[in-house]
């Protein structure tokens, strides 16, 4: 039994997300997330129902600011893509996990975002960005302020 001494918001912080929706193809992204406050993000990826030959990537990026300035991929922080075609990848779920230290550190880079790019046909979409190991205090205290409320029992 896990003890009830610290409760899971002040463990992780929601602080992306790509509403849940009919999107349309092209990119989406989530804004651009400081990993000085965190050691470890974690993205997921939730595809619904996927329209006739869509696809769905998704990736983290890094920049060296929360502007997006000098934008790259993370090396090794993307999904498999997910199909309509073959083997269909309708109501299914992708994760991607980072740690901050696996940025390019050498070269200043300290914000992360995710982002997700369907092509050929429109699918419902949605995603959630949790970051995790708060440096200071409650990880809460960073939840995007479309968090309505937590609940703990």
């Known amino acids: ?42 993205a997921t990826v ?7 030959s869509a696809t769905v990537n998704a990736k983290l990026e890094q920049a060296t600011d929360a502007s997006g300035s000098g934008a790259k991929d993370i090396a090794g922080a993307a999904i498999t893509e997910l199909s309509q075609g073959g083997t269909d990848d309708s109501d299914k ?32 979409l949605g995603a959630l960005v949790i970051c995790m190991d708060p440096r200071y205090g409650p990880a809460s205290d960073n939840d995007l302020a479309s968090v309505a409320e937590i609940v703990t029992v």
């Open 1 to 42: 039994m896990v003890q009830k001494t610290t409760p899971a918001s002040h463990r992780a912080a929601v602080v992306g997300v790509i509403d849940p929706d009919v999107t349309a193809a092209g990119t989406v992204t989530t804004g651009w997330i400081p990993m000085s406050k965190f050691g470890l993000i974690m």
């Open 46 to 52: 939730m595809a619904g129902t996927l329209g006739s």
């Open 93 to 124: 779920q992708a994760v991607i996990q980072c740690y901050g230290e696996d940025l390019d550190l050498a070269n200043n880079f300290t914000h992360v975002r995710l982002s997700v790019t369907v092509a050929t046909a429109s699918c419902d």
